[in-house]
Nanobody, 125 residues
Framework: QVHLVESGGGLVQAGGSLRLSCAAS????????MGWFRQAPGKEREFVAAINRSAGDTYYADSAKGRFTISRDNVKNTVYLQMNSLKPEDTAVYYC??????????????????WGQGTQVTVSS
């Protein structure tokens, strides 16, 4: 069982930055790929970014490329999402997620087995 807890959300003006963190309560964190998803009001949850176990490979939604950076610290059991140049359309609840152990990172929501409770990001214009 993997327990995930996100933090770092908040209210920021357009053009600003936030760094989200997701702490995992599992000893073998390095054996799990990790992903970030988001859900805006009235919309379906969508993929944002993912990172493989060794942090060698990262994947981004088109909306995140060039502005967001996913990273991980396998010593601290934490995955991060650095978000720069934020836009009002980035407003959403952001979730971190993990697939089953040893599975590769993916952009497909159904691959992910474990989910955090989410953290709200609000970008004002």
């Amino acid at each position: 069982q993997v327990h995930l807890v996100e933090s770092g959300g908040g209210l920021v003006q357009a053009g600003g930055s936030l760094r989200l963190s997701c702490a995992a309560s599992v000893r073998t964190f390095s054996t799990y790929a990790m992903g970030w998803f988001r859900q805006a009001p009235g919309k379906e949850r969508e993929f944002v970014a993912a990172i493989n176990r060794s942090a060698g490979d990262t994947y981004y939604a088109d909306s995140a490329k060039g502005r967001f950076t996913i990273s991980r610290d396998n010593v601290k059991n934490t995955v991060y999402l650095q978000m720069n140049s934020l836009k009002p359309e980035d407003t959403a609840v952001y979730y971190c997620a993990a697939p089953s152990q040893f599975r590769s990172a993916a952009i497909t929501e159904s691959v992910y087995r474990y989910w955090g409770q989410g953290t709200q990001v609000t970008v004002s214009s």
